[in-house]
């Protein structure tokens, strides 16, 4: 609570909406698994997979596509980021701070038709 | 000290007011798309078919609460949580009313775009938990596409910052007061709305969890009340998404003078919310490649070209 009395902005009623919302979530779902009946059955035991025997381990080896998406979110989420502090000031920055911006959405568009180019974001 | 009593009776009230129209939501939602579709829907219990949020919700509360043996019990356990905390969180920066706001950050819309990004973590640690190839596929699928879809989210709201020149809700919904942003803004209007459904996961972009391929999706393995964490979020997801929406780009509580404030934000928020079921009522799904070009190659290339188009046109209007 000190902590956050020092911060220029009230971040009390942050936390105080954080303690409501995990006590909503931690008594609603220790009620329902006090509530509910218990009954252990062999079906229950294996995972659903549409009333076929299951075959192996969940847990295989998936396309690398995911993989692939979620590097470039890194990316480009980074590289998003900088406009955030540019759009909020970017009165004051003027003509100039514009013209900064444009060569930077260049450089990041040239990423961008560079991966279309090969193909990162082609899904089969 | 009456202060903090005071945040503490909002924020109580707040959450209350937010569940019960989440429970709410089931009920509306599957009378209006029973009304789109020409049929009756639930009508059955209690007048009009109101009491079975009720029954729903008891439903819910008494069902087996099934941890699976095969499944990662804390990690199970753990996923519905966050998505209903992160999404109750995000709620604490809106301006309900000129009095009823949680808390005015000056960074509000960060703080909005941050919370909104744990949702995520929900879908992947459920479905990876779950131990299921359902689960995961959906799992994999929802995570790609609320990431790809995240990055250009922001961005298209960053016109309205540079409109208001704030990260604040409440200084945002107060320039509007001459006009609505989406009268400036309409291209980031239909972008962030987008990005918002693709981000909560609704139909027509519900491919995380596409019933006639993966069950359930990530959610097929959960039962009782922790399914009802998932659905709880995906309406309070829907509700926030909305209010967000009514306060960037409609103007947030401002309206003719013979309703409360409120009243006007309550109203624009229904609207949107009733927007979101007709899409589901009228749209078909897409496939998951074509969900993936439409974000990265049409829609982050135009959220840049709207963003550069607001800035040479507000700089060229300022000029002296």
Known sequence: ?124 | MSETLNYWLVIVGILFVLLNIAAFLIWVERRMLALWQDRLGPNRAGPFGLLIILADTLKLFFKEDWIPPFADRHVFVIAPAVIVISVLLSFAIIPFAPAIQIVDLNIGLLFFLGMSSLGVYSIVLGGWASNNKYSLLGALRGASQMISYEVFMGLSLMGVVMLSGSFSLRTIVEAQKDYWFVLLQPVGFVIFFIAGIAETHRLPFDIPEAESELVAGFHSEYSGMKFGMFFIGEYLGITLISSITVALFFGGWLGPAFLPPLAWFAIKTAGFILFFILLRASLPRPRYDQLMEYGWKILLPLTLLNLLVTGGIILFLNQP
Do not use: C
């Open chain 1, 1 to 124: 609570m000190l902590l956050l009395e020092q911060l220029p902005v009230n971040y009390a009623p942050v936390a105080f909406q954080f303690f409501v919302a995990v006590g909503f979530v931690v008594v609603t779902m220790l009620a329902t698994h006090l509530i509910g009946p218990k009954r252990k059955t062999s079906d229950k035991l294996t995972p659903f997979e549409s009333g076929v025997e299951v075959q192996g381990n969940a847990r295989h080896p998936m396309s690398v596509k995911y993989f692939l998406v979620a590097i470039l979110f890194v990316l480009f989420d980074v590289e998003v980021i900088f406009m955030y502090p540019w759009a909020v000031n970017f009165r004051e920055l003027g003509i100039l701070g514009m013209l900064e911006m444009f060569t930077f959405m260049i450089f990041l568009l040239l990423g961008f038709i560079y991966i279309i180019k090969k193909g990162a974001l082609n899904w089969e």
